[in-house]
């Protein structure tokens, strides 16, 4: 079983900060994980897929990077719309087991 | 664009089963799955178990297994996800989402005694 931790939990920062978020996989995952952003009473919304692919109408200030057990969102420059949780996120398998991370505060200073 | 829609919310005694229905709308592929994630207050995101519809094979997660059963239409397209033996620790917004990148709206149980 993959195991997801994100780091920091929480991640105090500005309006035009950038925000760089963690996630470590417990075993490789190549390059099968995805990042979701999620704001208080709504679902998961796609950020990235495919550890570096973004998601149909997410700016180009959100990047993916990473490969293996390693991996990191981050966010050039912070807009007051991006401060929400994001997890991390892998998928495997066919019907797909899915797996997430604790999740990533980001949280205005 | 495909657009997932639930049925609404639930109140439900300890002991009890909840059956929640999540309904696709516009067109899809023919091999799509769609998977069940719940989220408990406060709390992060937790994956039950996913189905292949058009061929009904399912799979579930193993903290769940043998409470959680997840069926599906294939036309109309639709999911089903009954959670049985209730308790209050299942309290929680229950999610269908096509492939992880189109998600329902979210259903919310709750469960007391």
Redesign the interface.
Known sequence: EIVLTQSPATLSLSVGDRATLSCRASQSVSSSL?W?Q?KPGQ????VV?DTSNR?TGIPARFSGSGSGTDFTLSISSLEPEDFAIY?C?H?S???????????TKVEIK | QVQLVQSGAEVKKTGSSVKVSCKASGGTSSSY?I?W?RQAPGQ????M????PVFG???Y?QNFQGRVTITADDSPRAAYMELSSLRSEDTAIY?C?L???I????TLVTVSS
């Open positions: 995805a979701f999620q679902a998961p919304r796609l897929f998601a997890y996120h998928r398998g066919w019907p797909p087991e899915l797996t997430f991370g604790g999740g | 799955s998977s994630v992060g995101l937790e994956w178990g996913g189905i292949i094979t399912a799979n997660a999610y989402t492939g992880t990148s998600w329902g709206q979210g």
